[in-house]
């Protein structure tokens, strides 16, 4: 008896006695006991690991979120706002039009503006790379899609297969986060096999299960593990990897990465 | 002209106003959200409204909103919408409910004075204007390897052109080539993209911006 929850019945002939069939049995019993306690505390620990990844990928992307934000808001606006000054103090409309150093500070403030606008994109990329916004703005598909549009070496097409388009949800950003990123780096991944094409198929499955196949037409080389695979297994998905002829060209490659919640 | 900002940064609005000042355009209030700008578009009856896209509440696409309700509600102030990124989801709702006075720009062109004085002078003459980096890329996207395959060289000139807004005179004097050429360009673009009826001058930035999304859409499986 455990907390008055019977475990275990033993059925003996009553000519034995009770006595010597507890001393025979206690060993094993014991043991067994002790393997099963360990072994639910294996398991414990297990999903205590499994929902502490969990959260510390979920609060890494929130993180990235408030991040991109925050870029877009508060250093991309200051630099629009730099950029405006520069061209007001610039502009040949100013009081000094006849100060002998005009031409040179001029000059220097070309400069000036011409760094600012390299600073604007860069802050742009840095911040999309941190966190695409329109990933929160608009949802999963419209961001791949957009993706799909400004892609220019390789042609990328998006498809939905089944269900409605996912709209922006804040319980799945995470992994619409980790979904987009998957992409991107395979379309990256993809033009340096020297694929043309690269189709994208999302599929919802159940409330939170996303499914993403990614065939393309360039040569058929292993992909590497790494840090975007470690964040879909973080949130208990899945990547699955098939090799082989795809649908695209004889020997395409086949990707699916399931993020199976 | 005269015109009304709106936009939740200080910086950008100040400097928008003396920027503009000092080409003799007149900023005649200037708003921070969605609601203010309403309100002063309806107290002043401006040209034209600049409005930034990211506006309180939630900083995403206020402006777009903002934007439709001025057109649905004052027809006649036109709409310059600024945007930290240029997406064509973005410019595709903008311009879903007519293209007339309405303009969907980079940010980052505040900058340029020249070419934020020439959009605000379009839209105000009812006018269509769309970022030409949106063009760009829409057109070396995956619509380059579809539909557009079979346009020549000059008809893609023209129609990045025509994407952006501009009208058959404009395209005429920037690629230095006649009207009538111009003309003949634009009835074979239509007809190589298989878009049915040339749509009024206006909603054709809106087929095209469309059609140069479609490359990259797959029918649902």
């Not at chain 1, 600073?119 to 966190?131: K, M, S, Y």
Request: hydrophobic share 45%.
């Amino acid at each position: 008896m455990s907390h008055g929850v019977p475990l275990a019945a033993v059925a003996h002939h009553s000519a034995r006695s009770v006595d010597h069939l507890a001393q025979s049995m206690r060993p094993a019993v014991v043991l067994s006991f002790d393997n099963a306690a360990l072994q639910a505390a294996a398991r414990g620990e297990l999903a205590a690991a499994r929902a502490t990844a969990e959260r510390l990928v979920e609060r890494s992307e929130s993180e990235r979120r408030l991040l991109q934000r925050n870029l877009h808001d508060g250093a991309q606006q200051r630099l629009v706002g730099l950029a405006m000054a520069i061209r007001r103090v610039r502009s040949p409309a100013g009081d000094d039009a006849e100060n002998p150093s005009r031409p040179e500070l001029t000059g220097l403030l070309d400069d000036a503006d011409a760094l600012v606008r390299e600073a604007l994109v860069e802050v742009r990329r840095v911040a999309h790379g941190i966190h695409p916004p329109l990933l929160t703005e608009l949802g999963l598909d419209a961001a791949l899609q957009e993706l799909a549009d400004t892609s220019t070496h390789v042609v990328v097409r998006v498809a939905r297969q089944g269900g409605p388009a996912l709209a922006p949800d804040p319980m799945s950003q995470a992994r619409d986060a980790i979904a987009y990123a998957a992409v991107e780096q395979f379309l990256d991944e993809a033009w340096r096999r020297g694929a043309s094409r690269l189709d994208v198929r999302i599929q919802t499955d159940g409330i939170r299960g996303l499914a993403l196949s990614l065939l393309d037409d360039g040569e058929v080389r292993s992909p590497h593990r790494d840090d975007v695979s470690d964040r879909i297994t973080a949130l208990s998905g899945r990547l699955s990897i098939h090799l082989g002829p795809g649908a695209l060209a004889p020997g395409a490659l086949g990707h699916v990465p399931g993020l199976v919640r | 002209m005269r015109i009304v900002i709106a936009d939740d940064t200080v910086i950008v609005r100040e400097g928008l106003r003396s920027l503009l000042a000092a080409e003799g355009i007149q900023t005649v209030g200037e708003a921070s959200d969605p609601a203010g700008l309403l309100r002063l578009v309806a107290l002043e009856r401006p040209d034209a409204a600049i409005v930034d896209i990211r506006m309180p509440p939630t900083h995403t696409d206020e402006g777009i909103a903002a934007a439709e309700q001025i057109r649905g509600q004052y027809p006649a102030t036109a709409v310059l919408v600024l945007s930290q990124y240029v997406a064509a989801t973005y410019a595709q709702r903008l311009l879903d409910d007519g293209t007339e006075g309405v303009g969907y720009l980079l940010k980052d062109r505040v900058g340029e004075a020249s070419v934020l004085v020439d959009a605000l002078h379009r839209v105000v003459a009812g006018e269509c204007v769309v970022d030409p980096e949106l063009v760009h890329r829409l057109m070396s996207g995956a619509a380059a390897a579809g539909p557009l395959a079979a346009l020549s060289a000059r008809e893609r000139e023209v129609l990045a052109l025509m994407a952006q807004g501009h009208s058959n005179e404009a395209i005429a004097s920037s690629l230095a080539i006649g009207a009538k050429t111009v003309e003949t360009h634009v009835a074979h673009i239509f007809r190589k993209l298989s878009i049915d009826e040339a749509p009024a001058v206006n909603r054709r930035v809106a087929a095209v911006v469309a059609l140069l999304r479609t490359g990259s859409r797959m029918d649902s499986l």
